[in-house]
């Protein structure tokens, strides 16, 4: 060959091939496009190269040289952020890590399961279901990875019994962005002992709620609970948003739930309807729906007994609230998790051009009312439909306020609206108390104009330590 006219060959993709496989490394434009975006409203942008790792190993070596070259790393699993959290903000390395999907333990009797980062919830549902076990499945695509929603804060089937996922995390296995290998919680003690994070310092939170900017998580140990025989779902319907958060309220005090919801009529429906579209008049603005699993038919009957004395005491208050029955179709998109019914992101934005985002919060629930109004006024007003949703967390009066908010992304000028209408809605959440969870840049922005300047002294310290060449998904954290 004509060394005149042959392809120069790439120095650091040659390394990352002698680290992963020539097969497992690449730097092809068609290949990097696949990474480059998600559904969301942030800008796609190319990584440099692709690996594709399969064990810790080579987590480490990649690591280790990106480090010492100061290249940036992205870590990868499914893809299924609707938050932009993956793409890569200065190019750099994007480490796909969906092929170390091992379940390498599930231990009934201490209630753990021990997973790689690519196991998704729909393989790690499959092997607990056959063992009687569960766990908080989203209403997520099943291909999701549980670790990546274990460490960004995410929601689950059993939010309002156990907590968030993260709460449920047990132990973890990190490599950090210099290379070295470190576990935390018991497995730190006792190599094979997965079971606690406590009572030792809880240095997990190094690695959670960091958007894969303090390192990469290779194993991890979660809590995994009995499945009870017997559901029992609730639902009701109202006319306001206040209503529905007094109902939620007061059912959330006899934590007999493991999970209690609300949404808007615009996201009850499958796909939302874009642009706005009026409600009609004979629906309901809210429906609820709060699920209970229990052992006996008499633990069944008595949680009834509580939901149906809690409905008597709204309807004292004069509250428009009604007894529902929703289809069964949708009952199994809410408990069969992970679902086909609404499993899929895509299923929300059919008519809306591919693109969904969202103004995801953790938010005080008597905030939720006031928050609501301003969200509604400030869609409709961008011609986007107020599809939100609203969920108790951990039989406490705080939780998730959320709008799925759909547009077309083949539309610069849709785009920027959604965009815009989301950081609007946003800055009413951050200005009553709420903090947005998976946060895009835009929002890590918004949220560091309100921070305690000691928070922000503290953050960077953090990641300076752990990453003193800002290699790891540099830029995320807005700081």
Same mark, same amino acid.
Request: charged share 20%.
């Given at each position: 060959?004509?060394?005149?006219?042959?392809?120069?060959?790439?120095?650091?993709?040659?390394?990352?091939?002698?680290?992963?496989?020539?097969?497992?490394?690449?730097?092809?434009?068609?290949?990097?496009?696949?990474?480059?975006?998600?559904?969301?409203?942030?800008?796609?942008?190319?990584?440099?190269?692709?690996?594709?790792?399969?064990?810790?190993?080579?987590?480490?070596?990649?690591?280790?040289?990106?480090?010492?070259?100061?290249?940036?790393?992205?870590?990868?699993?499914?893809?299924?952020?609707?938050?932009?959290?993956?793409?890569?903000?200065?190019?750099?390395?994007?480490?796909?890590?969906?092929?170390?999907?091992?379940?390498?333990?599930?231990?009934?009797?201490?209630?753990?399961?021990?997973?790689?980062?690519?196991?998704?919830?729909?393989?790690?549902?499959?092997?607990?279901?056959?063992?009687?076990?569960?766990?908080?499945?989203?209403?997520?695509?099943?291909?999701?990875?549980?670790?990546?929603?274990?460490?960004?804060?995410?929601?689950?089937?059993?939010?309002?019994?156990?907590?968030?996922?993260?709460?449920?995390?047990?132990?973890?296995?990190?490599?950090?962005?210099?290379?070295?290998?470190?576990?935390?919680?018991?497995?730190?003690?006792?190599?094979?002992?997965?079971?606690?994070?406590?009572?030792?310092?809880?240095?997990?939170?190094?690695?959670?709620?960091?958007?894969?900017?303090?390192?990469?998580?290779?194993?991890?140990?979660?809590?995994?609970?009995?499945?009870?025989?017997?559901?029992?779902?609730?639902?009701?319907?109202?006319?306001?948003?206040? $209503?529905?958060? /007094? %109902?939620?309220?007061?059912? @959330?005090?006899? =934590?007999?739930?493991? +999970?209690?919801? #609300?949404?808007? &009529?615009?996201?009850?429906?499958?796909?939302?309807?874009?642009?706005?579209?009026?409600?009609?008049?004979?629906?309901? $603005?809210?429906? /609820? %729906?709060?699920?209970?699993? @229990?052992?006996? =038919?008499?633990?069944? +009957?008595?949680? #009834?007994?509580? &939901?149906?004395?809690?409905?008597?005491?709204?309807?004292?208050?004069?509250?428009?609230?009604?007894?529902?029955?929703?289809?069964?179709?949708?009952?199994?998109?809410?408990?069969?998790?992970?679902?086909?019914?609404?499993?899929?992101?895509?299923?929300?934005?059919?008519?809306?051009?591919?693109?969904?985002?969202?103004?995801?919060?953790?938010?005080?629930?008597?905030?939720?009312?006031?928050?609501?109004?301003?969200?509604?006024?400030?869609?409709?007003?961008?011609?986007?439909?107020?599809?939100?949703?609203?969920?108790?967390?951990?039989?406490?009066?705080?939780?998730?306020?959320?709008?799925?908010?759909?547009?077309?992304?083949?539309?610069?000028?849709?785009?920027?609206?959604?965009?815009?209408?989301?950081?609007?809605?946003?800055?009413?959440?951050?200005?009553?108390?709420?903090?947005?969870?998976?946060?895009?840049?835009?929002?890590?922005?918004?949220?560091?104009?309100?921070?305690?300047?000691?928070?922000?002294?503290?953050?960077?310290?953090?990641?300076?330590?752990?990453?003193?060449?800002?290699?790891?998904?540099?830029?995320?954290?807005?700081?």
């Amino acid at each position: 060959m004509d060394t005149a006219t042959a392809k120069k060959v790439d120095p650091v993709l040659l390394q990352l091939q002698g680290i992963v496989g020539e097969k497992n490394a690449s730097d092809a434009k068609h290949i990097r496009y696949a990474y480059s975006y998600d559904l969301s409203f942030v800008e796609p942008k190319l990584p440099d190269y692709v690996v594709m790792v399969q064990n810790v190993e080579q987590v480490q070596e990649v690591l280790k040289f990106a480090n010492q070259e100061k290249i940036p790393v992205i870590p990868y699993t499914a893809g299924t952020n609707i938050g932009g959290l993956c793409i890569p903000e200065r190019g750099g390395i994007l480490m796909d890590l969906k092929q170390m999907n091992k379940i390498i333990d599930i231990d009934v009797a201490d209630g753990v399961a021990v997973i790689e980062p690519g196991v998704s919830h729909a393989q790690l549902a499959a092997e607990l279901t056959k063992l009687g076990l569960r766990f908080g499945w989203p209403v997520g695509p099943p291909s999701a990875s549980v670790s990546s929603c274990a460490i960004s804060h995410g929601i689950g089937g059993l939010n309002a019994r156990y907590g968030l996922q993260s709460q449920e995390i047990t132990s973890m296995e990190v490599v950090l962005p210099t290379g070295e290998l470190v576990r935390v919680g018991s497995c730190a003690i006792q190599k094979n002992a997965w079971h606690s994070t406590l009572p030792l310092p809880k240095l997990d939170g190094l690695f959670k709620g960091w958007l894969g900017s303090s390192g990469v998580v290779t194993k991890m140990g979660v809590n995994v609970h009995p499945a009870p025989p017997l559901l029992k779902i609730f639902t009701v319907s109202c006319e306001t948003v206040e $209503e529905m958060y /007094s %109902y939620m309220f007061n059912l @959330s005090n006899y =934590e007999i739930c493991d +999970d209690i919801t #609300a949404v808007s &009529w615009w996201l009850s429906q499958v796909p939302i309807p874009y642009p706005y579209t009026p409600k009609p008049d004979d629906a309901a $603005e809210w429906n /609820s %729906y709060a699920t209970t699993f @229990s052992w006996t =038919e008499a633990e069944r +009957d008595a949680r #009834a007994e509580i &939901w149906e004395k809690v409905v008597a005491e709204e309807k004292a208050k004069g509250s428009s609230i009604e007894i529902t029955h929703y289809p069964e179709e949708a009952l199994k998109g809410r408990t069969q998790l992970p679902s086909q019914v609404v499993g899929s992101t895509k299923n929300y934005c059919k008519q809306g051009g591919a693109g969904i985002s969202w103004p995801g919060t953790f938010t005080p629930a008597k905030k939720w009312a006031p928050v609501y109004t301003r969200w509604r006024e400030i869609l409709i007003g961008h011609n986007l439909s107020p599809s939100v949703r609203m969920s108790m967390y951990r039989g406490v009066h705080y939780g998730m306020l959320r709008a799925m908010i759909p547009f077309n992304k083949q539309s610069k000028e849709e785009t920027e609206n959604a965009r815009q209408a989301i950081v609007e809605c946003l800055r009413v959440d951050l200005d009553e108390g709420g903090i947005p969870y998976k946060p895009p840049v835009d929002f890590a922005k918004e949220i560091n104009l309100r921070a305690d300047q000691g928070y922000l002294m503290l953050l960077k310290r953090v990641k300076n330590m752990l990453d003193p060449n800002d290699i790891m998904n540099p830029g995320k954290l807005g700081i």
